[in-house]
């Protein structure tokens, strides 16, 4: 089954302690993307890759690493988490083809809580 | 400074009646755009998109309409269904990069 798999799902932390979300898809997309959804912002973009050691930065990327070291993965790393990234994040995932139906498809979201 | 807005955080319609969906851009440069649906505990789901050429896209139910002039786009669901009730969010891309989602509206389809 095509899929993005996001790990875990939820998470608690404490301030400062270094954490990293994982992100995986079996579609053998080039093009993958970390997203935030926080209330009355909708989704946010954090970082992207287009492919294999090519990342770029979003509209949100200040406190977020990323690294795209293979394909079909795509971490999202906190090195100092802080309580404002506490937010629901999702990863996302496409081809780079460009054919007339390109969509992103997104993974079911991991709930990041930082006391 | 949100390039895309949706104005409406909710919406309620009648079930089998038609659900509209408005969405408003301010970025030009935007070359496609999509909407997708989103349950509660999961990730979004595409619905439909449109390139910047065209000013219609049909898939079923569902309908995009896009007024370029206006930086102006709509969802229409018809008929709608209780299945339908889910938040929607439109998004704006530029060369399939960097893409900017709308904070949502929640549709509600009563029985």
């Known amino acids: 089954e095509a899929q993005v798999t996001q790990n875990p799902r939820y998470l608690i932390t404490v301030t400062g302690k270094k954490l990293t979300v994982t992100c995986s898809q079996n579609m053998n997309h080039e093009y993958m993307s970390w997203y935030r959804q926080d209330p009355g912002l909708g989704l946010r973009q954090i970082y992207y890759s287009m492919n294999v050691e090519v990342t770029d930065k979003g509209d949100v990327p200040e406190g977020y690493k990323v690294s795209r070291k293979e394909k079909r993965n795509f971490p999202l790393i906190l090195e100092s988490p802080s309580p404002n990234q506490t937010s629901l994040y999702f990863c996302?995932?496409?081809?780079?083809?460009?054919?007339?139906?390109?969509?992103?498809?997104f993974g079911s979201g991991t709930q990041l809580s930082v006391l | 400074d949100q390039q895309v807005k949706q104005n409406s955080p909710s919406l309620s319609v009648q079930e089998g009646r038609i659900s509209i969906l408005n969405c408003d851009y301010t970025?030009?440069?935007?070359?496609?755009f999509l909407w997708y649906k989103k349950y509660p505990a999961e990730g979004p789901t595409f619905l439909i998109s449109i390139s910047s050429i065209k000013d219609k896209n049909e898939d079923g139910r569902f309908t995009v309409f896009l007024n370029k002039s206006a930086k102006h786009l709509s969802l229409h669901i018809v008929p709608s269904q209780p299945g339908d009730s889910a938040v929607y969010f439109c998004?704006?891309?530029?060369?399939?990069?960097?893409?900017?989602f709308g904070s949502g509206t929640k549709l509600n389809v009563k029985p």
């Open positions: 970025n030009s440069m935007f070359d496609y």
């Open positions: 996302a995932s496409s081809s780079t083809r460009r054919t007339a139906n390109e969509k992103l498809f």
């Open positions: 998004a704006g891309s530029y060369n399939f990069n960097k893409f900017y």
